[in-house]
Each structure stands twice: as C-alpha cells, then as structure tokens.
C-alpha cells in the first residue's frame, strides 16, 4: 500500500485550524481537517501523530485516513475536504409522455366507490394500464408536486 505524506503550508494550517474553530461547517469538513492536522509532517506541524493515533482520538477507520490522505496529496486540500463526485447515473422513471398520462388519470373521475384518487390508487391505475410496470406512490407524488396538481376537490378555507 502507498503511503502518502501530508506537508502543510502555514496558510493551508491556518485555514483548517479556523474551520475546526469557529464557523459554521459541515462535519466531515471538520473531520477532514483535523484528520489532516493531525497527520502533518510539515514544517509547521507541533505534533505529528500516526495513523492509529488519529483514528483512536477522532474514533474514524483507518480507511478514512487513508482517502483523506490521498485525496490531498493527489488533487490538493479543496479535494481533501470536499465531498467526491458521484459517478452513479439514475434513470428517470417518469418522462413526459407517462406524465401526461398521469395527469389525465388525476383529472378523471376516481373509481366507483372512492371521493377522490388517492397516490396508491393512482400508482395501481398506471399498472393496471399497462403504462409502466411498476411504479410507487412516492414517484406519483413526485411528479404531481412537481405540476402543483392539486387532489382536492375544492379549496380548503
């Protein structure tokens, strides 16, 4: 395994000396940079500590340093303490034309026994059309939030 070394510059310890003291950051920010205080072999580090150390005190994996690390000796500080860019592609489960189709069956009459479409009612007509294969009550209420479709018959008020 690679073993990467942390130098700090004076203004790079600065900057993540403030943002474990004061402000308002997201707490990985905050591990991140007491992770790569602590692990500094710089110039300006007081107290150099190892892996282990670090890992017992902050109470994070070893793994965790590692990345940290690496991710700063490779792309730099701004990288270290950000967050890593997903990869990961979701597909849309709703386009325009199963939408449309959606919205017409909410502006129908609701089923012979019911006052009003429900989300599962809804969901359960989508399937029972042969529109999608499955679709959930969640992803229906997304896509009429989405169009301010109100259910309701009347305004409440």
């Known amino acids: 395994m690679i073993k990467y070394k942390v130098t700090l510059t004076k203004e790079e310890r600065e900057l993540l000396m403030s943002y474990t003291r004061k402000g308002s950051h997201t707490a990985k920010k905050v591990i991140h940079s007491l992770i790569l205080l602590n692990v500094d072999q710089g110039p300006y580090a007081e107290n150099p500590q190892t892996n282990e150390e670090v890992c017992k005190v902050l109470k994070i994996g070893m793994r965790t ?11 730099g500080l701004d990288a270290a303490l950000g967050v890593a860019p997903t990869t990961r592609v979701y597909d849309k489960k709703v386009d325009g ?27 359960d007509r989508m399937v029972e059309l042969n529109y999608v294969d499955d679709i959930s009550h969640e992803t229906v209420r997304k896509v009429l939030k989405k169009t301010n479709l109100s259910l309701g018959g009347s305004k409440v008020g």
């Open 65 to 75: 340093i590692d990345r940290v690390k690496q991710r700063f000796v490779l792309e």
């Open 97 to 123: 034309d199963l939408e449309a189709r959606l919205i017409s069956i909410a502006c129908s009459e609701p089923p012979k026994g019911f006052g009003k479409w429900s989300l599962r009612l809804l969901a």
